[in-house]
């Protein structure tokens, strides 16, 4: 049995609404939204000709870039940071241009590859919650703008639709549950939904290899069938970074996926490409003293080939050419002919080179040992013509095959979102962190774990036992495959001297470090983290009598096992117990949002 592209269904809610994609990208952005009509099929379509970059009508990305003037009042976000007199206003009015901020979101287990990300301070009184809200407020903004233009008494429709509008966020593969919850407060924030239940229950969120993924499949990328375990690569060329992730297909009917391996994520994206050739540029003109080494000339050079010259380089034996005066501009020893800079093949090999070696070795690590990988080259950097042959070549002794969309893959991530949101998901995953609890073990004499740490020894005076401070149990491995259905079971006890309704709570502990088995804190101490703090109300009933003799006060215990459901995308979780009589009951917390969110660069809790 093999899978074709599959037909889109008509939309099984019953109501109109509206649903808004937002791919929040680390350079560029871009969204997408569909009507959902019910029994009609939803068609998905992509937000170009932003607010400040009409002249760019087709684009479907904007920059990821904000202006705050000295009050942190937004000045300029996205496309209209294009406007020609906003440079000049900036300077003289000292506003503060906010970029590469998504970087700040890293979760501390990553690997390093984000580590020489330029870092643009916030403004002054402006917590990363806000900047990030702000961004998403606009990328909202355009949506809902291109919807009125577009569609038949848009005016009216959104006044219909405006409290009802589904939001659906890509987010970074490797990502945790905290950084989803961060995007969630930040939308609340940026006024995309109220601060209610309801609100906060219109945000999803998809990652953005699995976006692309939908994108591909959906759009007849892949030019023959999928067979039962494939293993398919989704290479995400983008202006910032190169990142790759992997999943083997499990069934066709309905077609479904488990992920391979934990995505890697390479900070070689195009704009590296375009700062390659302005140091060359720089060393050839500026340094070396030519009549057209001055600044303004370098920055029209530079534009030209990041808008153009970069885009069509193809072959290595032919020389390229940067346009950037007129025919009257000559300077032969320099290679200026013609208004013209002449960079030979070889030199624009060499600015690609670090950004094709990435995606290279990245996608090696995702090659499948048994059989054939298919993949897929998505995103805007995804469009370079010698990326993708020199991806070909490098590979062709591997038992792969590489597709690429004859469209634009830039808005792969937002429109493929709606298309996870409207088909289907990802049905198994990979654990991006190590999850568990701090526990006590009961102290034994002839446990070498427990003796070495003697002086961790306590003696509880309600049970009369014994007990090992800093223990750590984990049940959820990094690395480790998660299911969507899958829970997890965690138990727990508490011991009271009063027979009332009591509050019981169970600390969620996330490990970030590269021990595979971990038993004690003291084992590397610094790589623990608080992830939640899940608390509980236990009536009477909960409450079980503990055997009395030799002691002259009752004690009463209530037992209850937390279960964390990790295979989705957001975490869930509620409590079970059992009365005396045996009598099951569920509690479900009232939200999960008590935790402690570290950021890189040790940003303040306050200042999230």
Known sequence: MTYRKPERQPYRGTELTLAIAIDFGITFSG??????????????????????????????KVPTVIYYDAQGVVKAVGGEIYDPELTTKAEEERWTRVEWFKTLLKPRNQDGSLASAPIMPLPQGKALKDVVGDFLRYMSRSALVHFQQKVVGGN??????????????????????????????????????????????RIHFVSEAEASLRWCLAHGVLKRTLVVGERVAVIDAGAGTITT????????????FR?????????????????????????????????????????????????????????????????????????????????QLIVQG??????????????????????SPNSRTTIFLVGGFAASPWLYSEINRRLKDFNVDVFRADTMTAKSVANGALCYYLDCRIAITV????????????YSNGNPDHVKRKDFVYKNPMVGQRYVSGGFQSYIKQGSIVQESQTTRIPSEKYVTTKAKTEAQLELICYLGQKLDISWVDEDPLHFQHAYTIKAEFPVEALVPVDTNARKNAIWKVTYDAVFSFGTTELECYVEWKDRKGGAHRYVPENLNDYVFILLFDLTEESV
Request: charged share 25%.
């Open 431 to 442: 654990a991006p962190t190590t999850y568990g609890v701090y526990v006590d073990p009961v």
């Open 245 to 256: 992730s992997s999943y083997d297909v499990i069934g066709l009917s309905p077609l479904s």
């Open 156 to 201: 009216s429709l959104i006044e219909q639709l405006k409290n009802k509008v589904i939001y659906v966020l890509s987010y970074e593969n490797g990502w945790d549950t905290f950084q989803r919850d961060f995007m969630r407060q930040a939308a609340v924030s940026g006024g995309l939904v109220p601060d209610t239940d309801e609100g906060r229950s």
């Open 259 to 339: 992920e391979s391996r934990a995505s890697n994520t390479r900070l070689a994206g195009s704009v590296f490409v375009t700062e390659a050739f302005k140091t060359f540029v720089r060393e050839k003109l500026e340094l070396a003293s030519s009549i057209y080494g001055d600044p303004e000339t370098i920055a029209r050079l530079v534009k030209e080939f990041d808008k153009t010259t970069k885009c069509v380089f193809r072959r290595k034996d032919r020389r390229s050419a940067v346009t950037f005066g007129s025919p009257r501009d000559n300077e032969p020893e320099f290679d200026i002919e013609s208004g």
């Open 346 to 367: 070889s030199d624009m090999a060499d600015f690609f080179e670090p950004s094709c070696a990435a995606a290279v070795e990245s996608v090696k690590l995702h090659l």
């Open 31 to 60: 969204t997408s939204w569909a009507l959902l009509e019910p029994e009609q099929i939803p068609n998905i379509i992509d937000v170009s000709g932003y607010e400040g970059q009409e002249f760019q009508a087709s684009s479907t």
